[in-house]
């Protein structure tokens, strides 16, 4: 009886050890997450929240997560080869920074977890009528959108003599042209005339810009990717001109603008990131994740643009 109590005991010992190394073993070599990160154009904004994506996902993951990054180069077809060759490669998520890149993903797959960030209104970018914060699909993600009627207010409470504003934005961003029509109903309510300045793409930004100039006495730019690539040309024109630019986050401001009221991209990217960490993992189900808006925004104005134009910083604005 006691040969057959410790055979018994020392088999249960084996298979306890075979356990414990096969569970050890599993978690050592555990499945390898392939992530897509498809960034629309290469800028301070865009560049934050893809890092802190990453960063996050990597606290969460550690090694087990392996990044394709790819960058469109401010080309709209570029954004579709992207997602496509994700696609083909069979990615577990694909990260879209920015509306382009968020539509194309959305368009190529039903099925893999797709999570924009640096998109405005994904209603908008995704044309879903009544949007209500759930895309409901395999698409959710971060919202970059500030209070656009704080925006506004801000030409008034920087320039109170304001009664002309150029809305300078790219035609071929459909959440550019969503905040532009917002804050120019805001102005326009409060008796400013308002007139759309809009570029098709790189080539044309200076001769829309100097067009704008010529005719505003102040200037706004929405979270305008284009724009934000382009803002030492924009910043060429307005300096020039002595036009003051309200801009609709911080990176646009840091190039050309005298003020903004922007949300902090880095911290966009990190909640992205810990989304996709629990996608990836089982955690979550995309389809029953709501659109993650950014937890607070900061005045910000830009001391060199303020001091090129003669202009004295407000109370409660931070220096860039």
């Known amino acids: 009886m006691k040969k057959t109590v410790m055979v018994l005991a020392l088999a249960v010992l084996v298979l306890a050890a075979a356990v414990a190394g096969g569970a050890s073993e599993k978690a050592s070599t555990g499945k390898t997450y392939k992530v897509g990160i498809a960034q629309f154009v290469q800028h301070v904004a865009l560049d934050a929240a893809t890092q802190g994506?990453?960063?996050?996902?990597?606290?969460?993951?550690?090694?087990?997560?392996?990044?394709?990054?790819?960058?469109?180069?401010?080309?709209?077809?570029?954004?579709?080869?992207?997602?496509?060759?994700?696609?083909?490669?069979?990615?577990?998520?694909?990260?879209a920074n920015a509306t382009p890149p968020l539509t194309a993903a959305a368009s190529a797959t039903s099925t893999i977890?797709?999570?924009?960030?640096?998109v405005t209104e994904y209603g908008v970018a995704l044309d879903i009528d009544n949007f209500s914060g759930l895309v409901g699909t395999n698409v959710s993600g971060t919202s970059d959108l500030a209070p656009l009627d704080e925006q506004a207010a801000?030409?008034?409470?920087?320039?109170?003599?304001?009664?002309?504003v150029g809305l300078l934005y790219c035609s071929a961003e459909p959440n550019s042209i969503y905040q532009v029509n917002t804050v120019e109903k805001y102005l326009?309510?409060?008796?400013?005339?308002?007139?759309?300045?809009?570029?098709?793409?790189?080539?044309?930004?200076?001769?829309?810009?100097?067009?704008?100039?010529?005719?505003s006495d102040v200037i706004y730019i929405p979270t305008d990717n284009t724009a934000a690539a382009?803002?030492?040309?924009?910043?060429?024109?307005?300096?020039?001109?002595?036009?003051?630019?309200i801009a609709?986050?911080?990176?646009?401001?840091?190039g050309c603008g005298v003020a903004t009221l922007s949300i902090s991209y880095y911290d966009l990217g990190v909640a992205t990131g810990k989304m996709a960490a629990q996608v990836l993992t089982g955690a979550a189900k995309i389809s029953e994740m709501p659109i993650g808006y950014a937890a607070q925004v900061e005045k910000k104005y830009n001391e060199n643009v303020c001091k090129a134009l003669g202009i004295s910083p407000l109370a409660g604005y931070t220096a860039l």
């Open 53 to 95: 994506f990453m960063d996050a996902l990597k606290e969460e993951l550690g090694d087990k997560v392996v990044f394709d990054v790819q960058n469109a180069s401010g080309e709209m077809n570029n954004c579709a080869t992207i997602v496509n060759g994700f696609v083909s490669n069979k990615v577990d998520l694909i990260m």
């Open 113 to 118: 977890p797709v999570l924009g960030t640096s």
């Open 154 to 164: 801000m030409i008034k409470e920087w320039f109170p003599s304001t009664k002309k």
């Open 188 to 215: 326009t309510q409060d008796g400013i005339e308002c007139r759309m300045f809009s570029f098709t793409d790189t080539n044309d930004v200076a001769s829309v810009t100097q067009k704008a100039a010529a005719w």
């Open 230 to 245: 382009n803002t030492e040309a924009i910043a060429n024109v307005v300096l020039a001109a002595k036009v003051p630019v």
């Open 248 to 254: 609709g986050e911080a990176g646009i401001c840091g």
